[in-house]
C-alpha cells in the first residue's frame, strides 16, 4: 500500500472499514470526490477546529475543500487507493501547518511537529461487493512533539475514530445510492 510506502513507521495507527455493495471500480470515484457534507458530526468538529472554513461559506466540503485545510495528495493508485498528508503540530490552536510537496513529505525530520498519513483503499470483497477502509498514520519527529501530541491524542483520539467512522458511513452510502430517473 502507498502508506507503507510514505509513513512505514508511526507512532499513532488508526484503521476502520466498512462493505459496501458495489464494485470496487464503482466505488473509488465517490471517494476520490469525497463529499463528506453530510457527516454532520464530522463537519460539526472540523468547523470547530476551524478546518471547515475552507469551504468558504458553501455547504459542500470536498477533496477539494479539504486539500485547501493543508493536507496533500502524496500518491493515488487509480481505483485502489488515495493518500493524503498532512505535517504540523495538531496540539497547538492554529495546528502550525507546514507547506511541503508529497516529494518532501518522506524525508521531512524538523524537530517537534507531527506527520500524518491519511488513506483510503477500496477492495474487491466478492461478487458486487467491496471494502472501503481508511487507515490513519501519526509519526512525530522527536520525542518532545511525541510528548505534547500524546496528551493531544489522549483528548481527541475518540473523536478522530467517530470522524473516520462517519465519513465512511457518507461514502458507503453515496455509493450505495441508486438514482432511479422517472421520464
Known sequence: MLI??????????NTYAVTVNDIASKVYPIVKKMDISDADVSMFLFQLRGIAS?????????????????FVILDEKNNKELLLGLIGKPWTPDGCLVDFTAEE?????????????????VES???GICQLATETRIQCTDDEGR???????????????????????VLKSQAEKVVVEVN
Open 147 to 169: 510528548w505534547k501530541f500524546g496528551i493531544y491524542w489522549f483528548f481527541v483520539s475518540s473523536l478522530s475514530g467517530v470522524t473516520r467512522k462517519e465519513i465512511l458511513r
Open 4 to 13: 507503507d510506502e510514505f509513513l512505514p513507521t508511526y507512532d499513532v495507527s
Open 125 to 127: 470483497a466478492g461478487t
Open 54 to 70: 475552507a469551504c468558504e461559506g458553501k455547504r459542500e466540503f470536498d477533496l477539494d475543500s479539504l486539500l485547501k485545510t493543508g
Open 105 to 121: 513529505f518522506k524525508d521531512f525530520d524538523k524537530p517537534g511537529y507531527a506527520k500524518v498519513a491519511w488513506n483510503f483503499t
